[in-house]
Structure formats: structure tokens, C-alpha cells
């Protein structure tokens, strides 16, 4: 059976599968493959676990109105909206590096130092090498795939939380 058919339940749950499934990859690339993420992928890695909760919670609930249905999905829209905001600034970058790039300090001693937001306003003004490409795959970085991914999850959850599904007055 398609999954555009099946239940809010599964679909959601799928949309869970998928992200653990690129939060697993990720640590594989960084284990195994040995390339360190800049702070810009330690954000995406944050968006798709923001995302992948978001994901399993609306799944586990599996409201049986339609409206809240679509608050889950605009919630897991809303997560991957910031996803897309960190992939797609980490894209930029990489197509367009800066003139003399610096790795900078870590994740760990922006955030003690500045807060959270302090860290993401300077991660998203890129003084971090973020422009070395690593790893491709069919001629896209991995910030170019999980700009994909956000977008296509995206896109997943509001269509399982606006899709029209029919109710039957007899139960079996």
C-alpha cells in the first residue's frame, strides 16, 4: 500500500524513521568517515532532531481531529523551516566561501560564552570554516542533501496533516 495513504499515525512515524535515520548517518559520517562537523551541521543535526521528536509525539498522540492534526504538522513545518534556514545559509557558504576562512571556537565555548542565541547569530554570519566540502554524493554536499530532506519532510507533514481523510459512520 502507497504510504500517501496510510494513517496520520504511520505517516508521522515514517517521517520519525527518516530523520533518526539521517541523524544515524550523520554520526557515521563523523565516527567512521572521520569528518568533523562545522557548528552549522551541529544546528541541522539540532533541526532534525527537533524534527524527529516533533515527528514521534504526533505520531504517538495520532489525533483523531482534524485540527489538531494540522497543529502537529505545522509544529513539524516550523522545525523544518528552521532546518531549512541553517542547510540552506550552510549551502551559501559553501558555494560562495569567504575570502579568508577560520574555524573559530567550538559549539560548546560560543554557546557559555554568548547563549544560544548569541552562538546562532554568529554561526549564521559564517566565521567558522563551514565552506569546506568534505563529502559529495551525485554532485551535492551534505548541507545541498538535508536542504532536500527538510524540504521533503517538510512537505511530508503537512501533507499527512492536511490531507482530507474520510470518516466512516459504521465502525467494524
Known amino acids: 500500500m502507497s504510504p500517501f495513504r496510510w494513517s496520520f499515525r504511520s505517516q508521522?512515524?515514517?517521517?520519525?524513521?527518516?530523520?533518526?535515520?539521517?541523524?544515524?548517518?550523520?554520526?557515521?559520517?563523523?565516527?567512521?568517515?572521520?569528518?568533523?562537523?562545522?557548528?552549522?551541521?551541529?544546528?541541522?543535526?539540532?533541526?532534525?532532531?527537533?524534527?524527529?521528536?516533533?515527528?514521534?509525539v504526533g505520531g504517538l498522540h495520532s489525533p483523531?481531529?482534524?485540527?489538531?492534526?494540522?497543529?502537529?504538522?505545522?509544529?513539524?513545518?516550523?522545525?523544518?523551516?528552521?532546518?531549512?534556514?541553517?542547510?540552506?545559509?550552510?549551502?551559501?557558504?559553501?558555494l560562495y566561501p569567504p575570502e579568508m576562512?577560520?574555524?573559530?571556537?567550538g559549539l560548546n565555548f560560543m554557546v557559555e560564552s554568548q547563549s544560544w542565541l548569541g552562538a546562532a547569530r554568529q554561526v549564521l554570519m559564517a566565521n567558522g570554516d563551514c565552506s569546506a566540502i568534505d563529502w559529495k554524493f551525485l554532485g551535492l554536499s551534505m548541507p545541498m542533501w538535508c536542504l532536500l530532506w527538510f524540504i521533503g519532510l517538510a512537505l511530508w507533514a503537512l501533507y499527512a496533516g492536511f490531507k482530507r481523510r474520510q470518516t466512516h459512520l459504521f465502525r467494524r
Open 101 to 105: 576562512p577560520n574555524c573559530g571556537p
Open 64 to 94: 483523531r481531529g482534524a485540527g489538531a492534526r494540522r497543529w502537529w504538522s505545522l509544529l513539524a513545518f516550523i522545525a523544518a523551516a528552521v532546518g531549512m534556514g541553517y542547510a540552506g545559509r550552510h549551502s551559501w557558504v559553501q
Open 12 to 56: 508521522f512515524l515514517l517521517g520519525f524513521v527518516a530523520c533518526a535515520a539521517l541523524l544515524g548517518y550523520a554520526l557515521y559520517v563523523q565516527f567512521q568517515l572521520q569528518i568533523q562537523p562545522c557548528p552549522f551541521c551541529i544546528f541541522q543535526r539540532i533541526a532534525f532532531a527537533a524534527l524527529g521528536l516533533v515527528f514521534l
